[in-house]
């Protein structure tokens, strides 16, 4: 199984300030066929179902905020916040589909400091 | 507007077998573009994969359930269900369906999510 591991478990960020979240894949999720990574993040809110935000690694979702970024490549991803909003406090997933199982990382909680 | 609903029994006793439902519209599970998938998540932990299935009848399920889980899809009612045997405390959790690109693997539509309880 690829293990994804992700840092910090959590973090709190003042309104208006950069948040970073980093995700580790033990191998990578780099296709070669089609030179794509098979990394996705999604944010979750109390209750709710997770949201797919981005997916192959950097490409931003319809209608998610573009304050959301995605960068990285093989095994070492980002998610990046630009300027926390109240809405944005909830618990963030990386998830890998470059082969089954799929698997997820352990979620970074982003709160505001 | 896809939408996926989740439906299951909610409470359970240790060693009876689990059967949830997922009712899709929206989308038609005989799509040749989509697997249709389940998700499990623990109260306050995180996302664990159980499985998928294809319209052909093709499954996938995660090795650490793999001996006790069943997936099958009702064409007939655009539901697709997930059987798994001999529950325990350990299998308490909220079950998620979900659908996913088959040529990319990532999630864009979940259900609500079903909590399922396992006690005795």
């Known amino acids: 199984d690829i293990v994804m591991t992700q840092s910090p478990d959590s973090l709190a960020v003042s309104l208006g300030e950069r948040a970073t979240i980093n995700c580790k894949s033990s191998?990578?999720?780099?296709?070669?066929?089609?030179?794509?990574?098979?990394l996705t993040w999604y944010q979750q809110k109390p209750g709710q179902p997770p949201k797919l935000l981005i997916s192959?690694?950097?490409t931003r979702e319809s209608g998610v905020p573009d304050r959301f970024s995605g960068s990285g490549s093989g095994t070492d991803f980002t998610l990046t916040i630009s300027s926390l909003q109240a809405e944005d406090v909830a618990v963030y997933y990386c998830?890998?589909?470059?082969?089954?199982?799929?698997?997820f990382g352990q979620g970074t909680r982003v709160e505001i400091k | 507007q896809v939408q996926l609903q989740e439906s299951g029994p909610g409470l359970m006793k240790p060693s009876q077998t689990l059967s949830l439902t997922c009712t899709v519209s929206g989308d038609s599970v005989t799509s040749g573009s989509y697997y249709w998938n389940w998700i499990r998540q623990p109260a306050g932990k995180g996302l664990e994969w159980i499985g998928r299935i294809y319209i052909s009848g093709y499954t996938n399920y995660n090795p650490s359930l793999r001996s006790r889980v069943t997936m099958s899809v009702d064409t007939s009612k655009n539901q697709f269900s997930l059987t798994l045997t001999s529950v325990t405390a350990a299998d308490t959790a909220i079950y998620y369906c979900?659908?996913?690109?088959?040529?990319?693997?990532?999630?864009?539509?979940w259900g609500q999510g079903a909590l399922v309880t396992v006690s005795s």
């Open positions: 192959w690694a950097s």
């Open positions: 998830q890998q589909s470059y082969n089954t199982p799929r698997t």
């Open positions: 191998q990578s999720v780099l296709s070669t066929s089609n030179n794509k990574n098979f």
């Open positions: 979900a659908r996913d690109l088959a040529a990319a693997g990532h999630f864009d539509y």
